[in-house]
């Protein structure tokens, strides 16, 4: 069956970075393109990029261009999150999700959540 | 940049019938997702591409999208439906999701 396994909650001063992973299972990881949603305490969701695992191809939102990098590594099927320069809004459940379809893609699978925490 | 508005709140009685709206410019053209998201959960795919259900959802969930409104509905409401209801649609190579819907079921 499919997973997304996340690794577990980070505490981090303000200007610090943050790496969180999404190791998947039970499916071809290099078939599908993995999303990153955050969702701050009491918030909605909020949309954060992707990454092709296949090419390793990247797009992200506007908001996070230049704060955050989204990798992976094939041979252990695991996708990678990092955001720099974090600030205290940056506290957030931080979700990877798996996508299907490239063009209006669906989130069919999601990971766990992993919570950052940002406090000086 | 894209907008999807959706109504704060939706109360429903028990086994009664909830509507939940999302609006965007001309969101009929689009495709529109939908997602159920308990307390301290992950979200969960209820309706994708306006109107298909995952295997496993409830045919009680059923979705539409026209104009500028889709709509989730929830058919003979359960207690187990209560939860933050949220739409989803790709509007220029980005991701947005809708502000959010909170179903109680009374």
């Known amino acids: 069956q499919v997973q997304l396994v996340q690794s577990g909650a980070e505490v981090k001063k303000p200007g610090a970075s943050v790496k969180v992973s999404c190791k998947a299972s039970g499916y071809i990881f290099t078939g599908y393109y993995m999303h990153w949603v955050r969702q701050a305490p009491g918030q909605g969701l909020e949309w954060m990029g992707w990454i092709n695992p296949n090419s390793g191809g990247t797009n992200y939102a506007q908001k996070f261009q230049g704060r955050v990098i989204m990798t992976r590594d094939m041979s252990i099927s695991t996708a990678y999150m990092e955001l720099s320069r974090l600030r205290s809004d940056d506290t957030a459940v931080y979700y990877c999700a798996r996508a299907v379809g490239t063009r209006s893609p669906y989130f069919d699978y999601w990971g766990q959540g992993t919570l950052v925490t940002v406090s000086s | 940049s894209y907008e999807l508005t959706q109504p704060l709140s939706v109360s429903v009685a028990l086994g009664q019938t909830a509507r939940i709206t999302c609006g965007g410019n001309n969101i009929g053209s689009k495709n529109v997702h939908w997602y159920q998201q308990k307390p301290g959960q992950a979200p969960v795919l209820v309706i994708y591409r306006d109107s298909n259900r995952p295997s496993g959802i409830p045919e009680r969930f059923s979705g539409s999208n026209s104009g500028n409104t889709a709509t989730l509905t929830i058919s003979r409401a359960q207690a187990g439906d209560e939860a933050d209801y949220y739409c989803?649609?790709?509007?220029?190579?980005?991701?947005?999701f809708g502000t959010g819907t909170k179903v109680t079921v009374l």
């Open positions: 989803q649609v790709w509007d220029s190579s980005t991701e947005v």
